[in-house]
């Protein structure tokens, strides 16, 4: 199979997206497989905008509500099999992972949910974080996973312009968000990024207010997160910073098999 390149983004709408050259960056960053979030469209439309990428297959994933969530995996080569669910029903209403199995390896594209305005959803993304582990780690013992996507958590300090503003008072970084990145790791799966950058401060998402992205007031949310076994076969990993169009920016990551 060789060196793979895997590109995931949080689009912010693929109706949007395209409309503001999503074919181009396509066309430049070339990658093997794309993970896409927040696609905010039907399968069907997802597949439609498909078409017009002949190099790619399409595989998607939508919310029961219209123009919500939704994820989508566009790759080069073929699946051995596809999953839509984390087969728990609470959790599967909302389109937010798309999951395709390789001759070597798990992809998993993933939308974390957001705890929400005044953290309503706190308790629910709590009892996320816990059933999606298990279904990683079920996953992982057949064969390693490579989980990509919004992750919603800004895991230390390092991954924040304002931690202490935003310790406990913000989504994104409260103590039970940070346990559920923290289980991953102590199960084993690697923040590539992190591994290869111990101390770079970069962001992945920034605000739409107050000029947030030109005063680079950002956080580390999105993450491609790797089993053990494939530690030593990432040859690269990748901030796209200076890719426009959302208010998330694309990562990259070169695994070599």
Not at 146 to 168: M, Q, S
Not at 235 to 256: K, N, Q, R, W, Y
Request: overall charge negative; charged content about 30%.
């Amino acid at each position: 199979m060789g060196k793979i390149k895997l590109i995931s983004w949080n689009i912010n709408g693929i109706r949007a997206q395209i409309k503001k050259d999503l074919s181009g960056f396509i066309k430049e960053s070339d990658a093997d497989i794309y993970l896409f979030q927040e696609t905010k469209a039907t399968i069907d439309i997802v597949k439609e905008i498909g078409l017009t990428f002949p190099d790619y297959s399409i595989y998607a994933n939508e919310a029961v509500k219209k123009g919500y969530s939704g994820t989508a995996i566009f790759t080069k080569e073929k699946p051995i099999s596809e999953t839509y669910t984390i087969g728990i029903d609470e959790h599967d209403q909302e389109g937010r992972i798309t999951a395709l199995e390789f001759e070597k390896f798990y992809i998993v594209n993933v939308y974390v949910p957001n705890s929400g305005s005044g953290m309503k959803r706190l308790d629910y993304r709590k009892q996320w974080d816990k059933d999606f582990l298990a279904f990683n780690l079920n996953l992982n013992k057949n064969k390693p996973v490579i989980v990509g996507g919004d992750f919603n958590v800004a895991h230390t300090e390092i991954d924040l312009a304002r931690p202490k503003a935003n310790y406990n008072k913000t989504s994104g970084y409260t103590q039970v968000e940070i346990d559920g990145m923290d289980n991953f790791q102590k199960s084993g799966f690697i923040d590539s990024f992190r591994a290869e950058h111990p101390e770079e401060k970069i962001y992945t998402f920034w605000s739409m207010r107050f000029g947030a992205r030109a005063r680079d007031v950002g956080w580390r949310i999105d993450y491609f997160l790797v089993s053990p076994d494939l530690k030593d076969k990432v040859a690269s990993t990748g901030i796209l910073s200076d890719v426009m169009g959302s208010d998330h920016c694309p990562l990259s990551i070169e695994v070599e098999f």
